[in-house]
């Protein structure tokens, strides 16, 4: 079994900057991409940004320029950097790890965490 979860994300003002973790337990033979997405109320879940197990990045056009997302293979974390906030980064932001678990390979995800982002 493997279990996904999030840091706790939080409130801040626009301008303002938060980070996000996530770390990917249990039979995690081999983690490979670490997404991050985000889901406003109304709207699709959208892909923010992704990190392949060599470091290899790539963000959505809207977050291009004020989100990092990195990683930590030994422990199983990924992270994003979340500066120059807006109003319209509010959403749940979700992690999704795709992991070889040695009997098989699929995406995990995690329950998803609230940032809010006043202006």
């Known amino acids: 079994q493997v279990h996904v979860m999030e840091s706790r994300g939080g409130w801040v003002q626009a301008g303002g900057s938060l980070r996000l973790s996530c770390v990917a337990s249990g039979r995690t033979v081999r983690i490979n991409g670490m997404h991050w997405y985000r889901q406003a109320p109304g709207n699709q879940r959208e892909l923010v940004a992704t990190?392949?197990?060599?470091?290899?990045?790539n963000y959505a056009d809207s977050v291009k320029g004020r989100f990092t997302i990195s990683r930590d293979n030994a422990k199983n974390t990924v992270y994003l950097q979340m500066n120059s906030l807006k109003p319209e980064d509010t959403a749940v932001y979700y992690c999704?790890?795709?992991?070889?678990?040695?009997?098989?390979?699929?995406?995990?995800w995690g329950q998803g965490t609230q940032v809010t982002v006043s202006s």
């Open positions: 999704a790890a795709d992991v070889d678990t040695g009997d098989n390979y699929r995406d995990y």
């Open positions: 990190i392949t197990r060599v470091g290899n990045t």
